[in-house]
């Protein structure tokens, strides 16, 4: 038959170049005229079988369903086997027609073959059982040379060599144990490759000799016998016993030099039989390889190797041959089918004793010893691959002598355990080809590969190819790059010398880019090491390489290998001056290192330390040095919290000192806590009762014996009382005395004491003590004043009043301030001095006169006197100033004998050049890591020792190098006068080549009691110019999510004009024109959230809804209106719409449904794009048709990314806006409008644009028709017939209970065609728990509901249609009381709606699609697409249409059978590791799957086919492994949440129900137990997990392993809307742990800790879900107590969950089962019968009851006046007081209450005149922003 294309002799590349040019269809045409045109014996005798078209098809199916098909090494490329190899769907006979049978599976070789693209195209003929040389013992026929049909082609791969050299296929397997792929190699011009032994697995592959066995390659040419090696070469130990795997770098070429070349060891005699062209041809070849090839030929006695052939047919290894066939022959089979020379050689193996096979083992042995010397000097054998080119009739003749002649070269390499290649050398006269063969130890393949690719490509470059002499080879003979790819390939050597070495500070940049260590190890000796002077807290080394004049020394370094992926990265924060370059090794290696700039080394203060060989050297001998003093303390308490508790606990550990961390009941997780040694909880919530409470912290340090306490700054660091009672106590206070601390706290005095060291004074006052009194001195010193407290600092109790009418409340204010947080209420007031800098000097005292001042900073920009970006040097400063403050500094320390560290503030009038003593900080400044920046100095350090009175060298000179910036970044609202804004912190990223000082990170909880810093962003540069540019930069790398934070508002002064320039001054930030990338909600709408499209997509299985639009037409319309990318955010809202205020500009789109839009009160088109502009405020308002409307603002709104998306999944407290719906007073910032590099919010991708009328949305009234296509279950197996044509033909009402979760419909009951659910539950709706598609109209019980983005995946009841993907928007916008009728449309129908409205999108053109006649079904059709029958080895398989992008695989009967799960799990990974084309997620159920796909890559019957070929790869098991975990878990059986949570059912929804008022004893009574024993089956079942999303996030379905554990029960009717976290349920045979606060079902009996890690917090979160499928969950009891404090720890990662690795056995659960199989059909028994009738009517009784009560009962809601006003809180922190009482008369904007947070009180103020109804807090209460605190009438 003639085939389309003329693919004889293509080599494997030819074939993938045409199926890369072709399509796959007229790939596969050509795949199939090849097999139309082979033929099976006897026409053919090289074939023993042919693939099928049918399973050509198959095969093909399966290849196209991967998604990477055409990137794999042999896609489409045709294949033989031999027969002896099992290939799935082809018998294997090993050439024996009676020993034939059907292999369930394919060897592995198969399955590497066809998981690298190859089709199987046939089984070829061989020596029976693979039994010879000669290629002619076969009853299949002889197979012939390819080049005389008079001669053999060889054995026992005769059949394989043939096709190949025919050109059929470019690659066959053989099988090779004493020659057989080799051989034939010769006889037919072929390469023949027999790979090392165990190389490639022998897994499924009839044995010859099973020690001995290879599988072995046919290729016509070296590149392809190289790839195909490249892909069989893998381990398979689980399946093969003498599986092997090349080392990490196996040899790749036989090394030579011109001096070296290449020793040969060829035999010094050869026996040729009477052959002569042969012999010349041999000896040609090896002059050849001598002359050509730069080799070495010695001729050596081959004595020992021919003696180990011998053994193989001499000695016992033919009873491995016997043992293969054993059974076989011992059932007596047909003679006439078995070769009598096989037979013969198979029998001989009887005369061999136990002893024979010792003796010869031996004697093997003893010949290896002789053959390893050979190998050991030779590193190749070159030999004859065999001596003869036989004749059928020679053959006849000499059977067995001429088989044994034949394998005198070949039969000793497998018991020598050698690597073999056969190559072809020449022709001889006859026209027959001849070839010898390579040999050399195991695993040298690849090398004799490219040692066969040298001599082919330079003697025989022009060789045709097998058979066909047309055919020339042309390069394909020439070794593929790259293969194997080396391991180095993918890492860098990397040299490192300094911070980098292990243990020292900066040994974490390579732990981040996963970089390994790999050896320690020296330089040459061509090197210098220099210590460059310390500008920052890292010391550096530099590495010089030294010219031939200089002398070096080897220095020691540490190599690592570096990803290649992470190189970049890390030279990212290799700081200058040193860079990246390369080193010589000791050995001679040269590898990538640290190498310095020659302005390192030859800068002032640089030292050459070349003397101590190494860095690690020098730092211990100036260490020790160090160390030669006493150590300060050997413990220290810390006295503080968040940052710079942290960062004073690193220098504590750089010296050695054991820390000691004390704690709020808020702080037990704070970063702190981790880093000290020892923690002490100071038990309370409030700063007074715990980190200012002196008490308690001379407590926590008597308890430890702490030695000292360092205070840091803020609560206690200026409390001299807390000084004294540290030296009372005979504790150390690091601190300056407290006599200084209170004369310098005291402002007052503190001037005195300036004015005495000749410190220049600004006017001002002595303390004031009334309001009347301070109103009086103002009126002296003259507006402006400043009003400060004496005590406190940090710009609390400090307020500038400009006026008479504010002096006596700023003044009452400051004094409440000072006595609250300092306990002082004393108060001054001082002239203020207008555009005013502040400038501090550092200073440090020993206590005992001396003095020395490090720099000055200026701390110039504040707000509110709260200092916010801090520089060193201060800029535009005199010189001589600058030395002036720091003397004046210096003296004022001197008077006082000042101890520690403090810092001197100043007011610097620039414009004058003077400046004014302003008062002194007698602690740590916050800023102070800029001085260590700049001086290389650590602070901390300096104070440690300055208070164990062993100061460091006050005489020093200190350099300042370089400049340095902080910036304090605030957990506070910019855009909301700076509120306080705590929350938990969901996403912390801050720039790791800067210094950070921080406490925060991703979980750490924010609370409104203490200071809202969150960290200081350090910067150092080389100038002011430089560090201002990378202060931006890591401003724009900083993102923390959770809570809003200043950042946006750092960002705008850092890149302001003002700050480039250093036009800075106290007040300058009170007029600084701050544009708040933002908008804010003044009012928040019914219900308003963040959203984006498509959503949280991929996680479906595992119980994440997608969340997203409910319209996403008008969502996507939204945002291409204003240019937006498709994946930016928008807002969703839900019947009333917000009102917002903007606070930059922007442009806006509104689209949906009908909605009133104003901008400033002015009307506004929707699906238009509106410009706003700063200050604009948009208000929306009420839907007058549909229900959702939706407001995109161009650059999208910067909300988190959470699982992949930015929605909010309210339900679930993630996504979106800190993961709920908007509030009065939220703020969202924005992202950019332009291209920017700031986080990975897309910025827009084209300008705003207007919508074409007929892409706009015409929303009927009332009326709606949806499209909705047929199934997954349907009528008559399901529903009677009748109804569902009633489901189509009557309109549905839309309940008023329907939302995100789930729209619900009212309508005609439902006429079931089954009386109950049978195993799955008592209704005839229910079924075993499967996954449900998105708009999957779901009967819950007899009531419908559509399930929409924000629902659950994985439940038990029916679902009789599934709304169309281009038809949910509909869902979104019909609201409570609409109608709706739902029409079948074909998967064809809801294709093109679906494509046609995305293209409406994309273009913003075209016409909308609408449903009409044309389009809608006349009836509904079947939604089985199609089954496959039972089987005796496989289930039952449907497969129903589930929507127009998801397919429902249903497995067996409906019963639990869990052979059906591990067919579900088989299916997910075959799919998962062919990356199947179109298939975007399986979600697996208890016994079926749902296949979600997307229709733009493969359409529904693509998949369907898919899907079936897949089956039909699968084996049926029932023992079967798969791995498993074993979690055990804490649980308290029926505590007081779980229990009120049942409460709360029975008072809020059903008063009277069979599992009321306790579920528990429902379980009991049901089952005839006592409450007991169900406490006690909890405790001891163990729960196989079969599903996850059972409600939502990770929720398991889960089932007891033991059947007798396995109860009769039922789901609460209707459900609960309420469940706590953590909660067990039993519903029946399942078990469910309850992941969030959600509806329920199942009945409660429990609580465990929090399995739905959020934010992956625990040590073994991967992800946020805990379970996987087949994973085992145990628990173990714990009391009610434990379980709080363990779900407290959970909740912050910090529970250790007790995770065992394990395997789930089937196999050994099958014979438990069996042991214990009477007691488990007795129970089962039990349960059936009467037992079961009467818990049926039991349910149906309390059903009917429900009815005729009228349902559930509704919570009634507090009732206030009509027209009340909601007043809500915009604040969250603490009720402080209310400012009016209830009855009080108020007037518009009049305060209402006071929420104190983060040391700031605010006002809530009323929003209209009235009089106040209701207050609704009391002191002390917390308050969330949106609370309602007060009503107003």
Known sequence: MTITNNTTGWTVQEWKKFHSESTPDHSYQVLSDLLSSLAVAPADPAWISICTKSELKHQWAILQSKSDKHKLPLYGVPVAIKDNIDVKDFETTAACPSFKYSPERDSTVAKLLKNAGAI????????????????????????????????????????????VARGLVPLALGTDTAGSGRVPAMLNNLIGLKPSRGLLSCSGVVPACKSLDCVSIFSTNISDAQLALDILAQPDTENDQYSSSFPSNPLLKFPTTAHSPLKIAVPSELPWYGEVENELLYKNAILDFKNNLNCQIDSIDFAPLLELAKCLYEGPWVVERYVATKEFFQSNPPSESIDPAVSSIIASSKKFTAEDCFNFEYKRQAILQKVNQIISKYPVLIVPTAPLNPTFDQIAQQPIQVNSQQGTWTNFVNLADLSALSIPTGFKINGLPFGITLISQKFNDYALLNLASQYLSALHPNRFIGSLKHKLIGDADKLISNIPKPDLSKSIKLAVVGAHLTGFELHWQLEICNASFIAETKSSSNYKLYALPKTGPVAKPGLRRVGPTESGKEITLEIYSVPIENFGKFISLVPEPLGIGSVELKSGEWVKSFICEEIGYLQKGTKDITEYGGWRNYIESTQALSKAKKKPFETVLVANRGEIAVRIIKSLKKLGIQSVAVYSDLDKYAQHVDDADIAVSLHGTTAAETYLSIDKIIKAAKSTNSQAIIPGYGFLSENADFADRCAQENIVFVGPSSNAIRKLGLKHSARAIAEQANVPLAPGSGLVKTAEEAASIAEKLEYPVMVKSTAGGGGIGLQKVDSPKDIKRVFETVQHQAKSYFGDSGVFLERFVENARHVEVQILGDGYGKAIAVGERDCSLQRRNQKVIEETPAPRLPESTRQKMRKAAEQLASILNYKCAGTVEFIYDEKRDEFYFLEVNTRLQVEHPITEMVTGLDLVEWMIFIAADMPPDFSQKIVVTGASMEARLYAENPVKSFQPSPGQLTDVTFPEWAR?????????????????????????????????????????????????????????????????????????????????????????????????????????????????????????????????????????????????????????????????????????????????????????????????SYLAIRGGIDVTEYLGSRSTFALGNLGGYNGRVLKLGDVLFLGSQHESAVGTLPTPDAAPSSVPSNLILDLPAKEWTVGVTCGPHGAPDFFKPEYIDTFFKDQWKIHYNSNRFGVRLIGPKPVWARPDGGEAGLHPSNTHDYVYSMGAINFTGDEPVILTVDGPSLGGFVCAAVVAESEMWKIGQVKPGDLVRFVPISY?????????????????????????????LSKPENPVLAELPATNKNPRVIYRQAGDHYILVEYGVNELDLNLSYRINRLTNMVEQNKTVGIVELSQGVRSVLVEYNGYEASQSQILETLIAYEKEMLSFTKWKVPSKIFRLPMAFEDKKTLAAVTRYQETIRSNAPWLPNNVDFIASVNNINRSDVKDMLYSARFLVLGLGDVFLGAPCAVPLDPRQRYLGTKYNPSRTFTPNGTVGIGGMYMCIYTMESPGGYQLVGRTIPIWDKLSLGAHSTSPWLLTPFDQVEFYPVTEEQIDIMSDEASQGRFKVDIVESVFDHGKYLEWVQENIDSIKEFQDNQGGEKMQEFSRLIQIANAELEKSGGPKNLEEEKFPEGAEMVYSEYSGRF????????????EGQGLIVVEAMKTEMVVNSPKAGKVFKIVHENGDMVEAGDLVVVVE
């Open 120 to 163: 199987i195209i046939g089984k070829t003929n061989l020596d029976q059982f693979a039994t010879g040389l000669v290629g002619t013992r076969s009853p299949y026929g002889k197979t012939p040379c390819v080049f005389s049909d008079q001669h053999v082609s060889g054995g026992s791969s005769a059949g394989s060599a043939s096709v």
């Open 1776 to 1787: 402080w007081k209310p400012l009016v009482q209830v009855g009080d008369e108020v007037k």
């Open 996 to 1188: 950070v000082d921080t406490w925060v990170k991703k979980g750490t909880i924010i609370s409104s009691e203490y200071d809202p810093t969150l960290a200081k962003i350090i910067v150092h540069g080389k100038d002011r110019n430089e560090c201002l540019q990378k202060l931006r930069q890591a401003l724009d790398e900083t993102i923390v999510y959770g809570c809003i934070t200043n950042v946006d508002y750092l960002r705008s002064i850092a890149n302001s004009q003002m700050f480039a320039e250093a036009k800075v001054a106290t007040k300058v930030l009170d007029s600084f024109d701050y544009s708040a990338h933002a908008f804010e909600i003044l009012s928040p709408g019914a219900y308003t959230t963040v959203q984006d499209y498509p959503g949280r997509v991929g996680l479906w299985r595992i119980g994440v809804p997608p969340s997203g639009p409910m319209d996403n037409y008008s969502f996507r319309i939204a945002n291409r209106i204003v240019g937006n990318s498709k994946k930016s955010p928008a807002i969703e809202i839900t019947l009333s719409g917000p009102t917002i205020l903007f606070h930059n500009e922007t442009v806006i789109s509104v689209t949906g449904g009908n909605v009133s839009v104003e901008v400033n009160d002015e009307v506004k088109s929707m699906w238009e794009p509106t410009n706003i502009k700063r200050g604009d405020k948009l208000t929306i308002g009420k839907l007058t048709t549909g229900c959702r």
């Open 1388 to 1416: 064809d129908t809801a294709r093109k709606l679906k494509e046609t409205q995305d293209k409406c999108i994309e273009d913003l053109s075209g016409k909308l699609p609408t449903l009409n006649k044309d389009n809608v």
